[in-house]
């Protein structure tokens, strides 16, 4: 059973840092696309990076010169480091890998106080 495991969400004030991490079980990581999407309060899930298994990081427009999204494939861990946060970041992030079809993780919240 694929299962993904976020964590490190948090209250954090703007201009702060926070550092999510995905933990996966029931699946190599190392040969699928990993990514994080977020969805605030009354709005759709949007995509906030992607890295693949070579490396090869896209981020969303608003996010790339403040996110930094990798991976370790020994720990079966992806990462998403958040710097310079915002009110508007946040959100519910979400974890995804695909395999065959897509999972997600169950969803960590993410506060950002002005």
């Known amino acids: 059973q694929v299962q993904l495991v976020e964590s490190g969400g948090g209250l954090v004030q703007a201009g702060g840092s926070l550092r999510l991490s995905c933990a996966a079980s029931g699946i190599r990581l190392s040969f699928n696309d990993m990514g994080w999407y977020r969805q605030a309060p009354g709005a759709q899930r949007d995509l906030v990076a992607v890295?693949?298994?070579?490396?090869?990081?896209t981020y969303a427009d608003s996010m790339k010169d403040r996110f930094t999204i990798s991976r370790d494939n020994a720990k079966n861990t992806v990462y998403l480091q958040m710097n310079s946060l915002k009110p508007e970041d946040t959100a519910i992030y979400y974890c995804?890998?695909?395999?065959?079809?897509?999972?997600w993780g169950q969803g960590i919240q993410v506060t950002v106080s002005s």
């Open positions: 995804y890998t695909d395999f065959g079809r897509r999972y």
């Open positions: 890295i693949t298994p070579s490396g090869r990081t």
